[in-house]
């Protein structure tokens, strides 16, 4: 996987926030919380994204946002042109998806990597951790 650096930048960015169990084998390990793998989906627009992965078990309340999924899934879209991206941007992806598994949402603002981001055509991304209200979040989760 060639984006193997990034996600391992994102985990130890978390690593002591809460606790997570990432795979990036495949096929994945029998016990984790995130496997990450590629998916090549031309023309989504899309260039990383997570889901529940199949069979997943589910809690919390969709109506009040505390929806949750294990295990799922952080696919990596190969069919992207990441010559154009660097590795700023690489981890700016990867901590802002894993962030997502953990339960935070996008932000319009803040020095975090969950602020919401465009490419045109390159964009360097300014955040690649979270902030300390994101911390937070996390923290009133686990």
């Given amino acids: 996987m060639q984006h ?6 994102a985990i130890a960015h ?13 096929p994945p390990c029998l016990s984790y919380d ?3 793998f590629d998916v090549n989906v031309p023309g989504n627009g899309v260039i990383a994204w ?6 997943a078990s589910y809690g919390g309340s969709e109506s009040n ?4 999924c294990v295990p799922q899934e952080f696919r990596w879209n190969t069919a992207y042109n990441y010559t154009q991206t660097t590795n700023a941007h690489r981890n700016y992806v990867a901590c802002h998806e ?8 996008h932000r319009s603002s803040g020095s975090t ?5 465009t490419i045109s055509p390159v964009w360097i991304p ?15 989760h686990y």
């Fill in 98 to 105: 894993l962030g997502h598994t953990l339960g935070l949402r």
């Fill in 4 to 9: 193997s650096n990034a996600v391992v930048a």
């Fill in 126 to 140: 300014p955040y690649t951790t979270t902030s300390q209200h994101d911390r937070d979040e996390i923290d009133a």
């Fill in 113 to 117: 990597c969950m602020r919401v981001a």
């Fill in 14 to 26: 978390y690593d002591g926030v809460a606790p997570l169990a990432v795979d990036q084998f495949f």
């Fill in 34 to 36: 995130v496997h990450v």
């Fill in 50 to 55: 997570t889901q529940c992965a199949s069979g």
């Fill in 65 to 68: 946002g505390t929806r949750w």
